[in-house]
């Protein structure tokens, strides 16, 4: 297992891209020597970019999507990645489907991994509105900060409440 953090959602356009670039920037700016990434269930969007509504929150606040190109989750991800998060249920069953749940760490649901008490799942804002995608982004990097509070402690060898796996 090589480490870092796949970030999964249904489509690989709308929530997961902007976890994936939002921990990109956080980690670097606290120094956390963390690869991430982000993948989708679903084959709909395989080669094309983010939601354009995305790039436009993302931009907004400083983060770049722009270069992102959505791809599908694949069998090998539960071996290449240390962390497989799902942004929600859904997408967490079709991780376990597809093979993580005999991982040696299995997949976990993003917000529950990072420690944050509710809401426990990402809501997919792709049928709704900018305002929609402005509060995903702001969940987002609330869960984003949390997770790197923990590998931030666990790196400096202080231990946490809630373990980053099992």
């Known amino acids: 297992m090589s480490g870092g953090i796949l ?19 956080e980690f670097a700016r606290l120094g956390l020597a963390l690869p991430v990434a982000s993948a ?5 969007h395989v080669g094309g970019g983010a939601d354009p509504r995305a790039i ?14 959505a791809r599908q989750v694949e069998r090998a991800d539960f071996g290449r990645y240390a962390r497989v998060l799902a942004m929600d249920r859904a997408n967490l069953r079709a991780l376990r ?12 649901l993003f917000l529950e991994c990072a420690g944050l008490a509710a809401p426990q ?5 792709y ?17 984003v900060l949390a997770l790197a509070r ?15 796996h099992r």
């Open 121 to 125: 799942e990402v809501p997919d804002p």
């Open 127 to 143: 049928s709704g509105s900018l305002d929609d995608f402005r509060a995903v982004l702001a969940l987002v990097r609330s869960g």
């Open 7 to 25: 970030f999964v959602c249904l489509g690989n356009i709308c929530r997961s891209p902007l976890a994936e670039a939002v921990a990109r920037a």
């Open 150 to 164: 923990r590998y931030g402690a666990r790196a400096a060898g202080r231990r946490d409440d809630v373990p980053l």
């Open 40 to 44: 989708g269930t679903g084959d709909w």
């Open 97 to 108: 489907q597809l093979g993580g749940a005999d991982a040696s760490m299995p997949p976990a």
């Open 56 to 69: 436009e929150v993302a931009a907004a606040v400083g983060y770049d999507l722009a270069a992102h190109r």
